[in-house]
C-alpha cells in the first residue's frame, strides 16, 4: 500500500524502490504480477523501455498481462525506430513491440523503410500487408508527355563581376542544353 499511495503522490522513485522491495523480498507472492504490472508502468512513464519490458515479460495472470499490454501499446508510440528495433532483438516474441515498428517502419518515406525487415515482421506476426504496403512493387511507368518548370537566373550578379563574357551567355547555353534535353 506504501508503495501504491507513493505512486499516486508523484513519487515514482519511491513507489519504484518500494515495489523492487517487495520484488525482492517476496518473488512467490501470489500477487507478484501486479507488483510486476506497477513496475512496467512507472518504467514505461520514464521511458526505460528495456526494464519496462522485462518486468511485462514476467508476468503470469491473465487480467495483468492484458493490462500491460494495453499500457505497452501506449506507451511504445512514443518510442524511436532504434529503440523499437532493439526491444524486438531483446523481445522477438512480442506483437506490441513489433506492431509498434511495423508502423514506424511505415510511417517513414518509402525510399528510407527497411523494407526486408517491415515484410519480415508482416509475415512472422501476420499483419495486415495492405496496411504495411509489403506487396507493393516499385515500377517506374514511362509517359508520353512531362510537364517541365525552369527556372533562370538572367540576372546574375557573379556575372557582371566579368567583364568579357556577356552578362547572360552562360544562362543562353543552360537554356539551348534544356531545349536539345
Do not use: C
Request: hydrophobic share 40%; net charge negative; charged share 25%.
Amino acid at each position: 500500500y506504501y508503495a501504491v499511495a507513493a505512486y499516486n503522490s508523484d513519487q515514482q522513485s519511491v513507489a519504484r524502490d518500494m515495489f523492487l522491495q517487495i520484488v525482492s523480498k517476496f518473488p512467490d507472492w501470489r500477487q507478484v504480477d501486479e507488483v510486476y504490472l506497477w513496475l512496467t508502468t512507472i518504467y514505461l512513464q520514464q521511458g526505460d523501455y528495456l526494464k519496462a519490458m522485462s518486468y511485462a515479460s514476467r508476468i503470469e495472470k491473465a487480467d495483468a498481462r492484458q493490462s500491460a499490454t494495453e499500457l505497452k501499446k501506449r506507451y511504445l508510440k512514443s518510442a524511436n525506430l532504434t529503440i523499437l528495433d532493439s526491444l524486438l532483438h531483446q523481445y522477438p516474441s512480442d506483437k506490441d513491440i513489433a506492431i509498434n515498428l511495423a508502423d514506424r517502419i511505415a510511417a517513414q518515406p518509402f525510399l528510407e523503410q527497411d523494407r526486408e525487415l517491415l515484410e519480415n515482421i508482416v509475415s512472422v506476426f501476420d499483419l495486415d500487408p495492405g496496411k504495411y504496403r509489403v506487396e507493393e512493387e516499385l515500377t517506374s511507368t514511362k509517359k508520353n508527355k512531362y510537364q517541365v518548370a525552369v527556372l533562370l537566373p538572367f540576372m546574375h550578379d557573379e556575372m557582371e563581376q566579368n567583364p568579357k563574357h556577356l552578362s547572360n551567355e552562360w544562362v543562353i547555353d543552360l537554356y539551348e542544353g534544356i531545349l536539345l534535353g
